[in-house]
Structures are given as C-alpha cells and as structure tokens.
C-alpha cells in the first residue's frame, strides 16, 4: 500500500494563495507613521513571490519610497463567512 501524500507546508500553502488571489491588500506606512492600505493587483514570479507593478501617482509608491515596510494580504476567494476563508500576510521591505 502506497503511502499518503505529505501535506503542504504553511510556506507552499500561502504560496499557493498568494498566486491564486487576483487582488489584495497592500499596507505601507503613510504621513505622519498614519498606516495606509490600498487595493492592488499583483503577480508571483517563479518562487512565489507577489510582484507589484506600482505608479509613481500612487499614494502607496510614494509611502513606499519614504519607507519601504509594507504587507500584503491576500484572501481566498469563496463563498460564505470571509473569516473562515484562507488569508495570508506576506510583510517585506520594498526597493522602490
């Protein structure tokens, strides 16, 4: 008898959500220390890493050149209670 398959790590699973969500929520640290959220669309590069095209008109990118901490969240996407869907929160420093 074969042997089960060995379940995903909690790396490859938000690895998984990240590349499947279409939109999320990128968090950058506005004027004044204020925290600053935006919707945005991204993608993952070969290693599963979101990749973010940004404007340099977006409030966000200019947070981010002032101080590149920032989040991503991303939700499953589903339907019924969004609190039981899957969400994961990716945080980095961003060259801008």
Known sequence: MASPAPEPSDAE?????IAAAPTAALSTIGE??????SLVTHAVDA???PLLLLSELAEHTRNLVAD???????VQ???????ALGRVTS???CPC
Not at 13 to 17: D, E, F, I, V
Not at 77 to 83: E, K, Q
């Open 32 to 37: 004044g220390g204020f925290p600053f959220g």
């Open 91 to 93: 945080s980095a420093r």
């Open 77 to 83: 996407d589903g339907d019924g209670d969004p609190l």
């Open 13 to 17: 699973l938000a690895r998984t959500l």
């Open 68 to 74: 590149p901490r920032a989040s991503l969240m991303a």
């Open 47 to 49: 290693a599963g890493r």
